[in-house]
């Protein structure tokens, strides 16, 4: 049998900080199969973007799909995640910051 759900009480106890890129993917797709855990689905998913998130973001549902124990809700709930993150990210560079010391360029530098 396969172990379920860590992922989520790993949050709530520790923080979004404290959970691997592939645990918070496992939180996305829920659940795994009856062979393979939804983390170790994440871990694939991850690898399938070479561990990389913007490229990760670049895929598509049908992507996504290929791997076997990923359906189209999983998929769509990752892609659906990501263009999320997009967004806000884009909303961060339309409000343009005041820089006028080195810590204000710290400070920006150090949250990308």
């Known amino acids: 049998m396969v172990a379920r759900r860590p992922a989520p009480r790993k949050l709530l106890l520790k923080g979004t900080s404290a959970l691997s890129e592939a645990e918070l993917v496992a939180i996305l797709i829920?659940?795994?199969?009856?062979?393979?855990?939804?983390?170790?689905l994440a871990k694939k998913v991850l690898l399938l973007s070479h561990n990389n998130l913007n490229e990760?973001?670049?895929?598509?549902?049908?992507?996504?799909?290929?791997?076997?124990?990923?359906?189209?809700?999983?998929?769509?709930?990752?892609?659906?995640?990501?263009?999320?993150?997009?967004?806000?990210?884009?909303?961060?560079?339309?409000?343009?910051?005041?820089?006028?010391?080195s810590q204000d360029a710290f400070n920006l530098y150090r949250a990308i």
């Open 30 to 40: 829920g659940s795994g199969t009856t062979k393979t855990s939804a983390v170790e």
């Open 56 to 101: 990760l973001a670049r895929l598509g549902v049908k992507d996504l799909m290929k791997i076997k124990g990923i359906g189209e809700a999983k998929a769509i709930t990752i892609v659906a995640a990501l263009e999320l993150g997009r967004r806000r990210k884009a909303q961060d560079l339309d409000e343009k910051p005041k820089i006028s010391s």
